[in-house]
Antibody
Framework: QITLKESGPTLVRPTQTLTLTCTFS??????????VGWIRQPPGKALEWLAI???????RYSPSLKTRLTITKDTSQSQVVLTLTNVDPVDTATYYC???????????????WGQGTLVTVSS | QSVLTQPPSASGTPGQTVIISCSGS????????VDWYQHFPGTAPKLLIY???QRPSGVPDRFSGSKSGTSASLAIGRLRSEDEADYYC??????????FGGGTKLTVL
């Protein structure tokens, strides 16, 4: 059974750095083709693709957020970390992590998702 | 504004077939496969269709996907009240990132 769970602060002050952790089980980032991505959804708005990291440490970012985002992995701990610098109230959203399976052909194929974590940016 | 364009809303009565469209460009849908998600607010999105027309195990065959050129479609047949949710298309883009549609809110009348 594959599970993913997001963790991190629920409230962040403007200009601070947001750090979120995705802890997963049931699959490994040692496996070729596997990836873990991050997606967010601001309240009342659409899903937004943020970033993905692959088993070989290849990383891709949303062009609009590339300068503020960093994605890393700790394969031995089955964790993927996303950091977003210089946050603003518009970054308030539910943040999800998702598993890209080894047989996927794209970076938007997330077969399993975490439950999401709501992050509020406010002073 | 989302890179992929979906109608904001769609509706149908039980038993009907509803089709949700997703329009993109040559840099995304025109060059890469499309995935579709079902999302009930407050829960995790669920993968409905991947690689244009493939269903994950457990997804009913009432859900089907297709792609032609720079557009894709999700068809929901034999519509049921529990299908009332938000639906999103997604695709890779040549700028080396993923993109989602703006979402379509499906109402079962």
């Amino acid at each position: 059974q594959i599970t993913l769970k997001e963790s991190g602060p629920t409230l962040v002050r403007p200009t601070q750095t947001l750090t979120l952790t995705c802890t997963f089980s049931g699959f490994s980032l040692y496996t070729g083709g596997v990836g873990v991505g991050w997606i967010r959804q601001p309240p009342g708005k659409a899903l937004e693709w943020l970033a993905i990291i692959y088993w070989d440490d290849d990383k891709r970012y949303s062009p609009s957020l590339k300068t503020r985002l960093t994605i890393t992995k700790d394969t031995s701990q089955s964790q993927v970390v996303l950091t977003l610098t210089n946050v603003d109230p518009v970054d308030t959203a539910t943040y999800y992590c998702g598993q890209r399976p080894s047989f996927a052909v794209s970076g938007t194929h997330f077969h399993n998702w975490g439950q999401g974590t709501l992050v509020t940016v406010s002073s | 504004q989302s890179v992929l364009t979906q109608p904001p809303s769609a509706s149908g009565t039980p038993g009907q077939t509803v089709i949700i469209s997703c329009s993109g460009s040559t840099s995304n849908i025109g060059s890469h496969s499309v995935d579709w998600y079902q999302h009930f607010p407050g829960t995790a999105p669920k993968l409905l269709i991947y690689k244009n027309d493939q269903r994950p195990s457990g997804v009913p065959d009432r859900f089907s996907g297709s792609k032609s050129g720079t557009s894709a479609s999700l068809a929901i047949g034999r519509l049921r009240s529990e299908d009332e949710a938000d639906y999103y298309c997604a695709a890779w883009d040549d700028n080396l990132s993923g993109v989602f549609g703006g979402g379509t809110k499906l109402t079962v009348l």
